[in-house]
């Protein structure tokens, strides 16, 4: 038979459409498989953050493993209390997998966002002037075990660690988490070092 003839033929056709069918077989089999291993499906409904303040907020979202993120502050909506969300991005009711962040937008109450600066390995004496110099106020000071005497390891806000660049409100009260200078050693490893020394004879 020739090529011509072959192509045109019923049998052709025949294996065209057996192609066809094997390859949907293939590409719905491989859809499957790929929802299975991303676990699509087991999806987060969003939960309307309205006029939740940033504390509730966050109780609200740890409990569903998502995070969220403080965009900025609006101008005062009156029928929004104070620092209380006004808009949020997803959307409630919208599907989001774990730990899928949420922008929010806050109501201000004439305080403004300013972004949190670096504080981390600064002196305690840096780090003060630098706060007030951005309308921040020093908060509680605690201390963990660290060879650089009063050097600055975190920064927290309501007991949150902050990062570089988070916004806050002005005035808010920053803690600080300094190095005490000294280096923390385990006392069972120094109990077991002592059982190790040979004794004098």
Not at 24 to 48: K, N, Q, R, S
Not at 99 to 119: A, D
Not at 173 to 189: C, N, S, W, Y
């Amino acid at each position: 038979m020739s090529l011509g003839k072959y192509l045109s033929s019923r049998v052709f056709f025949v294996q065209i459409l057996i192609v066809l069918a094997i390859m949907a077989v293939l590409v719905y089999l491989f859809m499957h498989w790929l929802t299975f291993t991303t676990d699509h499906g087991h999806e987060i409904t969003v939960p309307d953050l309205s006029k939740l303040s940033e504390e509730q907020v966050e109780e609200k979202l740890d409990d569903l493993n998502l995070d969220y993120v403080l965009l900025d502050s609006v101008d005062y909506k009156k029928d929004y209390p104070k620092h209380s969300v006004v808009e949020q991005d997803p959307i409630a009711g919208e599907k989001v997998k774990e730990n899928r962040k949420i922008y929010i937008k806050i109501n201000s109450s004439g305080f403004t966002l300013i972004r949190m600066p670096n504080l981390v390995e600064k002196t305690y004496r840096q780090a003060v002037p630098t706060l007030k110099s951005l309308g921040l106020e020093e908060g509680e000071i605690t201390y963990k075990p660290y060879l650089g005497k009063d050097m600055v390891l975190e920064m927290r806000y309501n007991g949150k660690k902050l990062n570089p660049g988070d916004k806050i409100f002005k005035s808010s009260k920053i803690d600080l988490v300094l190095g005490d200078g000294k280096i923390g050693f385990d006392e069972a490893e120094l109990d077991s070092l002592d059982t190790n020394i040979p004794n004098e004879q």
